[in-house]
């Protein structure tokens, strides 16, 4: 399943298990970025009831971006956030509203390590997902 949003903070599970924000601040095109817009409905719909795959419109991204960094991140995680060019893929098993870093399980995608060789394997992720249970700070 896929959704485009305007906030993030609405954001529910539904009967999915995990929900997949892609986070972005600017919409400014990379090869990284064009990879991610050609893959995340295919990717979405791969998910199938499993999980939501998730963005902000276009003139949302940066108050999406500042919702996700209001969370209490650790100070490194914060700093990598706020640093980073290129978006990346925040992944829980919660609400949005409800999700705290310090105490609920989430894992983060940093796309810009893809800088090399920006052919992104949405499917890959999921699968990796899949398979991975005890995740706390990691998938």
């Not at 990284?32 to 003139?59: C, H, M, S």
Request: negative net charge; proline residues 6%; hydrophobic residues 40%.
């Amino acid at each position: 399943m896929t959704a485009v949003v305007s906030t993030f903070l609405d954001v529910d599970l539904g009967k999915g298990r995990y929900l997949f924000f892609l986070v972005a601040w600017t919409d400014y095109q990379s090869q990284i970025k064009q990879e991610l817009d050609k893959n995340w409905l295919p990717f979405g719909a791969d998910l199938g009831v499993d999980g939501t795959a998730i963005r902000a419109y276009d003139q949302a991204i940066n108050s999406t971006m500042d919702e996700v960094d209001m969370k209490p991140w650790p100070p490194k995680v914060l700093d990598q956030m706020q640093r980073e060019q290129d978006p990346y893929m925040l992944i829980i098993d919660r609400p949005f509203g409800q999700f705290d870093p310090t105490e609920h399980r989430w894992n983060i995608i940093w796309f810009s390590r893809f800088q090399e060789t920006p052919r992104i394997d949405l499917q890959a992720f999921r699968l990796s997902c899949e398979k991975s249970e005890g995740w706390r700070g990691h998938f």
